[in-house]
């Protein structure tokens, strides 16, 4: 019987922090400015390049579900981030009424008021006949540790 197996090639396509833009408000009548900071939020946009079904659980490193994302095939959805933070992912992909649990492995997210990140993280998945990939088990996937 051949066994499916997922292997999730992470392409990080771009990690890319971006300036804020400054503004200077100044009077005709002063000779002093004040500066207004524009406020972003950091953006990843998982991006599913397969026929799965995917469940992304988007961890905080440190433990505890900051996000569960669902991407049904050749779909995408951007997340929003407000503060710098490290991140490990979880995935749940179903194909054909099979399914496998994966280590998605970590990212970090960069927000301040001078930058933030703008990536994308896509997956493309395959079947193979041997054990390839960093599975893990269904009650790991599960765990919001």
Not at 17 to 37: G, L
């Amino acid at each position: 019987m051949k066994k499916f197996i997922l292997t999730v090639f992470i392409l990080v396509l771009g990690l890319v922090s971006a300036s804020t833009q400054n503004f200077r408000n100044s009077s005709d009548n002063s000779s002093s400015s004040s500066i207004t900071q524009q406020s972003e939020s950091a953006t990843i946009t998982f991006k599913n390049k397969s026929d799965y079904n995917m469940t992304l659980k988007v961890m905080y490193h440190g433990g505890g579900l900051y996000k569960t994302v669902t991407l049904s095939p050749q779909s995408s959805r951007v997340v929003s981030f407000s503060r710098s933070n490290s991140f490990k992912l979880k995935i749940k992909a179903v194909h054909n009424g099979s399914t496998s649990y994966h280590n998605g492995g970590n990212f970090s997210v960069t927000c301040t008021s001078t930058e933030w990140t703008e990536g994308e993280i896509s997956f493309m998945l395959s079947i193979y006949g041997n054990g390839l990939g960093p599975s893990i088990s269904a009650k790991e996937f599960e765990s919001n540790n």
